[in-house]
């Protein structure tokens, strides 16, 4: 290995483009690399910066780092599947050694790796990545995507049933029932439908329904039934639900049919019978014990949407409701309420649910003219119910079949006898020959008011069998023959085809990832409809997609939907019970799929369910702990709803490791969208003028947005590679040797070797082999590409690039020191990573937003203000590549007599109210507003200035409570606005200067972070804040104090999953305590695709105030105000400025470069359809300008929420990767381990220390010379 390596080492590297594989002289022979075709799939290359002990290994690395060539956008490939593997010369055996315990111990290890395939399949994959023409720079998000899919398999293949097992469950067996084409299972006499469905299902599972299905069965009383007409309603279950037991092992909604039959002579009233019907049964479900109904969905006219009505909305204007629901029963349109059921009357199990309300209308001339009837159905599609559901009494499957039949062709006089057992308008029995039992038959029967019943099928039939019109060509009856081979009743094909068409069409308009269960459920229902034109493979992927980790997530969030809808319907009450059990449930279902303990969860997933639970104990915590209370407020809808969209991105990924071991299923789908191309929704952002836009300026919609002080090595690391057939020339080996030397090269300078023995040690280390080694083998890597990402210098370098060598100290009285030929002043711990560069070009902002013009002097009180830039913002630059907020603390001192510290506090709100008045007045930065306590209460400015006195009043109110009190405005910067954040920070201080008082949250940390831009205002407050003992801030008490602070901060964002401001608040610390170990490790962490992912979010919230911003000053203004034309935009800038709305259209271009570029790139390690899911999503709240091609913001409400789901949406993606990150960071691990150590041993006061001392309590004699030996003794 070493020769190899010096070898590599004469070869030198040197960086070269080389010419493209098709410009290249024709091959020589002397290399099989040299033969193969190129091949168009790259992945992106990244060279270790970890260094190996070795020099050799170092030089050695050198040689492919070398020749890093960038790829064409075009020539960004497929993947390692395209390469096909080729011979490999096996190396000679290993010789076991002789001890038979360490023998035994390899034998097992080798029998686990090849039971679970581990070695094989790397061994595979690297096979296919070392036969690239070009090598990528990072290879590891590659093997992390077929990792994680191996980690997937194991759940739905070999965890799963056989083939023979699946296949057995689409069989079940069956009997006849008594009419023709329906069915029963066999020994259960509760399943009735068509053969194709009942054989899927599974009768014993079926059971636990029956109950909630005639439990909301509407009853005869709530049935509107006038004189001349009947009016009945038949029940059946449909959805996911009917295949729950045999094809899905849980379900997410409980879908209940109900279709009403009505007869009479007009259609009109028929309609308002069935509308009527509705409304009682809906009045009925509002006053259930058991159900609860969140509300009513009815389609919007020409829309193709539905709108929702809610409870308190039906009983307000029943009136527009009824004729809602009369107009989508013209449109042929479903009429669904949704509810949360409770599925067993003594067990507290709550579903979410619907029930489906379909009308169909029996039409007669007169009551002697029977046979006119016909029968309307004010559905889509009719017998649609028989092909997708089943039946719970027979009764029900009887009338429903009967009820459509004469619109049948005519059926072979054989067959009419077995069409003649049931007339809908008879008595409904369960059996031939046998009445229905109650409570049903009295639901079915007719009422008194009917007219006799109808003749029998038989006279039906010969009533239409009598020729009436004359035919021809295809309008003549069929032959003999032709009638000889017709499929009849329900699966004809005039019933059949507009179903299939339906539900192809459907397939073709879903997302391939995101609705798949929808799809597998269309194709379930498409594939037992006629088996035998669909592969034998479907039944059993589709069973397996359903028993795959994602399907458990699926049923998970469809749990948190129905959560949020029952809490917005209950919002109204104190408490529900039904909100409790529902949220335990959800709780527990949703902890336990991400908990890592429970089973083997990959990285992403452990964090992901961490950041989750710690969300949702914050609905439950009260100041007293947890509470078992969910409070039914806006703050649970809100963490709620940021969990749905937090799992939107775990859901897209599992999905697709999921679909890729179903490519039959796969095949047909992509099938169906090129059968139905005109049916795949095409997304393309709008262009045009519309009201409500922002308008695009003159800028160019190609301008290159510059994003922070990124490194250039980072950034391309995406496009990179290593082309071989160039280090092969290049190579000093032996010809024979080439090809080896330069792959071996390549696997020591990617570190592959280290990475898996340290997979092995992992799993060789813990307590048990785990049966699947793939989440592990996932984290593994996914850690191994964000190290080929970020570590690209060693620790050394990059602290001799970051750390300032000429912090000079300029006040060593004050402690203040500065940077020569800069006005920066601060301590050395808050200077020493100062990107002076960076740092003044945010520098004037601060000045901009200090308060020049308040009153030195007022009555007895002094004043004074200093202003500093503070938190993390002075990292800005080569630490901190990205700018997402910039933080200033503005002191102000107050000097007044003793004890008047209350009037001191309402000079300083009088101070506050007149400089934020000033600001707007400048009209300087667009002002969000003044936040007020710990719960961030936003004051706007036009209230302020309306609302003198109580806003004053609540300013002091909030400075006695020592809570915070900042402003939040936007400063323009290039082509962005960047929130400010100005916190007003009170100290008084008495005549004497012997009391000291702050009246905001004390921060001891703060001195070690704050950058002045004035000496003497640094000086002073140094001199202030450090009072009244004048402490050296370097002192082991002042430092104590303020990595005490730190460690709790620290704690607190690792409780959170923040560990970008873990790593933060580690770098301060560093800086604190002068120790530079973990500065190269936070540079990584902020320079990774976590940091980018962060400043993409910030920007996005910032696009989102700026729309509420824009919002509250448009509804301010006048209503007089012109609305067309230039003066529009005229007026528009004058009510919004200093925000320009060009400006703002700029900064809509950037986000969406960014985010787009960040959803794409590898290392973000996300799925694959997240940046196709996120793009549609801005599409729907973005125009752009024909002219300009500009892209702007709509103005609208749906704009914010929008932009905030895809803000949720990225969260989690932030969270999996700053977790790798700092995996990857030893030091801070440890650090981290330490400080939460530290804090549990660490008293919570030294008062409770006392207390919690029972030598406290004991009553000891007075100390005096006599007996104070005594004394010492007892108390020791």
């Known amino acids: 290995m070493s020769a190899q390596r010096n070898q590599g080492a004469a070869s030198g590297g040197r960086h070269s483009q080389g010419p493209s594989r098709q410009s290249r002289p024709p091959d020589t022979g002397q290399s ?166 009942v054989r899927a299902v599974d009768p014993g599972t079926l059971k636990r329904y029956e109950w909630l299905l005639q439990d909301v069965t509407p009853h005869q009383d709530t049935l509107e039934t006038p004189d001349e007409y009947s009016n009945q309603v038949i029940v059946s279950l449909i959805g996911d639900t009917v295949f729950h037991g045999s094809f899905l092992p849980q379900t997410a909604q409980i879908d209940i049919r109900l279709e009403y039959f009505i007869s009479g002579s007009d259609v009109e009233q028929g309609i308002e019978i069935f509308a009527d019907s509705i409304m009682k049964d809906i009045y009925k479900a509002t006053k259930h014990k058991m159900h609860v109904l969140i509300g009513v969905t009815l389609p919007v006219p020409d829309s193709g949407e539905a709108d929702l009505w809610t409870v308190a909305e039906i009983e307000n204007y ?140 038989k006279a039906r039939l010969a009533k239409a069998f009598q020729p009436k019109k004359v035919k021809t060509d295809g309008f003549k009856p069929r032959t003999e023959a032709e009638k000889k081979g017709k499929i009849l009743g329900p699966y004809a094909w005039e019933t059949v085809a507009p179903i299939k068409s339906h539900l192809q069409k459907r397939i073709a308009r ?120 969910v409070p039914l407020n806006r703050k649970t809808l809100s963490i709620l709803g940021g969990i749905q969209q937090y799992c939107v991105n775990i859901q897209l990924q599992l999905t697709e490791d999921a679909i890729v071991l179903c490519p039959t299923l796969q095949e047909l789908i992509q099938t169906m969208k090129t059968n139905f191309a005109d049916e795949v929704p095409r997304s393309r952002t709008p262009e045009g003028h519309v009201e409500g836009i922002v308008r695009a300026g003159v800028t160019d919609a190609s301008e290159h947005f510059v994003h922070g002080v990124e490194v250039d090595a980072i950034m391309k690391h995406d496009r990179a590679v290593v082309n071989v057939d160039m280090c092969i020339a290049r190579d000093n080996a032996p010809k024979i040797m080439a090809v080896e030397s330069v792959l071996m090269k390549y696997i020591i300078d990617i570190q592959l070797d280290d990475i898996w023995q340290g997979l092995l040690m992992d799993l060789l ?124 603390d503005e002191h102000c001192y107050i000097k007044g007599p003793t004890g008047c510290s209350k009037e001191a506090i309402e000079v300083y709100s009088n101070l506050v109210y007149n400089h934020v008045t000033e600001l707007n007045r400048r009209k300087l930065f667009p002002l969000v507003g003044v936040f007020l306590g710990e719960s961030r209460s936003r004051w706007a400015i036009d209230y302020i200035q309306t609302h003198k006195k109580a806003f004053m009043a609540e300013v002091q109110r909030y400075c006695s409570l020592r809570e915070p009190v900042f402003l939040k405005v936007y400063a323009r910067l290039d082509w962005r606005y960047v929130p400010v954040i100005k916190h007003f920070m009170l100290h008084f201080v008495n005549e004497d200067e012997t009391e000291f008082d702050i009246f905001f949250p004390s921060n001891p940390a703060a001195l070690y972070q704050n950058v002045f831009l004035d000496k003497e205002k640094a000086a002073f407050h140094f001199q202030q804040s450090c009072s009244p003992d004048n402490d050296d801030p370097f002192s ?9 602070y730190v460690d709790s901060k620290m704690l607190d964002s690792r409780d959170r999953g923040d560990w970008l401001s873990v790593h933060r608040w580690l770098l301060t610390r560093a800086l604190i305590t002068e120790q530079d170990a973990h500065i190269p490790e936070t540079w990584r962490m902020l320079h990774s695709m976590a940091g980018q992912l962060e400043y993409v979010n910030a920007l996005n919230q910032s696009l989102q105030e700026l729309v509420l911003y824009i919002f509250e000053k448009r509804d301010a203004a006048p209503q007089t105000r012109q609305t067309e034309g230039s003066q529009t935009g005229q007026q528009d800038g004058d009510i919004l400025s200093p925000l320009e709305l060009p400006h703002l259209s700029r900064m809509t271009s950037a986000f969406r470069e960014k985010l787009l570029a960040v959803c794409k790139a590898r290392c973000t390690l996300a799925a694959g359809s997240l940046s196709e899911h996120v793009h549609t999503r801005l599409q729907s709240c973005t125009v752009r300008d024909r002219n300009s091609k500009q892209l702007s913001l709509i103005l609208e409400s749906q704009t914010v929420s929008q932009l905030e789901e895809i803000r949720k949406l990225l969260q989690s993606v932030q969270d999996a990767v700053a977790y790798d990150v700092h995996c990857t960071c030893p030091a801070a691990g440890e650090a981290l381990v330490d400080i939460e150590t530290e804090a549990r041993q660490r008293p919570t006061s030294v008062y409770s220390q006392q207390l919690a001392d029972a030598a406290v309590y004991q009553r000891f004699p007075a100390a005096n010379i006599n007996h104070a030996a005594d004394w010492l003794e007892v108390n020791s």
């Open 318 to 457: 029943p009136d527009d409701f009824k004729h809602t629901i009369i107009d989508s029963v013209k449109a042929r349109k479903i009429v669904t309420s949704e509810h949360i059921f409770k599925t067993d009357p003594f067990v507290d199990v709550y579903h979410r649910g619907t029930k489906q309300y379909g009308m169909h209308f029996i039409q007669s001339q007169t009551a002697d003219m029977k046979l006119d009837e016909t029968l309307t159905s004010f559905v889509e599609r009719p017998l649609t119910t028989l092909h997708e559901g089943v039946f719970m009494k027979p009764s029900h499957a009887e009338a429903y079949l009967l009820a459509h039949i004469p619109r049948l062709e005519a059926v072979d006089k054989s067959e009419v006898q077995m069409f003649a057992r049931v007339d809908i308008q008879s008595p409904i029995t369960d059996a031939p020959g046998t009445p229905s039992v109650a409570p049903d038959a009295s639901q079915l029967q007719p009422t008194t008011s009917q007219p006799p019943p109808r003749p029998g099928w």
């Open 1036 to 1044: 082991s008490s002042s430092i104590h104090r303020a990595t005490h």
């Open 32 to 197: 099989r690399r040299t033969q193969r075709k190129p091949s168009r799939a790259t992945y992106r290359p990244r060279v270790s910066a970890q260094p190996r002990s070795s020099q050799a290994s170092r030089v050695s690395r050198g040689n492919t780092a070398g020749q890093l060539t960038p790829v064409p956008e075009r020539d960004i490939g497929t993947g390692l599947s395209e390469i096909a593997p080729s011979t490999v010369v096996p190396r000679d055996e290993y010789e076991q050694p002789g001890d038979p315990k360490l023998v035994s111990m390899v034998t097992e290890i080798n029998r686990y790796l090849d039971q679970t395939n581990l070695h094989m399949t790397l061994t595979s994959l690297c096979k296919q990545l070392l036969h690239r023409t070009d090598l990528p720079y990072n290879p590891y998000p590659g093997f992390v995507r077929h990792l994680r899919q191996n980690a997937e398999r194991f759940h739905m293949i070999d965890q799963c049933k056989s083939d023979e097992e699946i296949a057995h469950l689409s069989d079940f067996p069956i009997q006849e029932g008594g009419l023709a084409y329906l069915v029963c299972a066999q020994h259960s006499g509760h399943i009735w439908g068509l053969a194709s469905i």
């Open 510 to 629: 879903l997302h391939l990832v995101a609705d798949i269960f929808e799809i597998a459920h269309c194709v379930l229902l498409l594939v037992l409809m006629e088996r035998d034109a669909y592969e034998p493979d479907l039944l059993v992927e589709l069973y397996r997609l359903s028993h795959s980790t994602a399907a458990r997530l699926h049923v998970v969030t469809q749990q948190n939907i129905a959560l949020q809808e029952l809490i917005d319907s209950s919002k109204d009450l104190e408490e529900s019970p039904v909100v409790e059990r529902m949220f335990v449930q959800y709780r527990q279902t949703l902890v336990r799929l991400l908990d890592g303990t429970m089973q083997e969860r990959s990285s992403d997933l452990i964090t992901a369910g961490r950041v989750i639970k710690y969300r949702l104990d914050q609905i439950t915590s009260t100041s007293l702990g947890v509470s078992d209370t």
């Open 765 to 888: 280390s813990s307590n048990y082999l785990p049966p699947n080694p793939y989440p592990r083998s996932v984290s593994a890597f996914r850690q191994a590409a964000i190290r080929m990402d970020v570590q690209i210098e060693s620790p050394d370098k990059l602290l001799e690039s970051l750390l300032h060598g000429n912090v000079n100290l300029v006040d060593p009285e004050n402690y203040v020191c500065s940077i020569p030929g800069t006005e920066a002043y601060g301590v050395r711990s808050a200077l020493s990573l100062l990107d002076t560069v960076n740092f003044f070009q945010v520098a004037p902002v601060a000045q901009k937003l200090a308060n020049q013009s308040f009153v030195r002097r007022k009555g007895p009180y002094k004043i004074a203000i200093c202003m500093c830039v503070s938190s993390h913002t002075p990292l800005y630059g080569r630490m901190s590549p990205y700018l997402c907020q910039m933080d200033m």
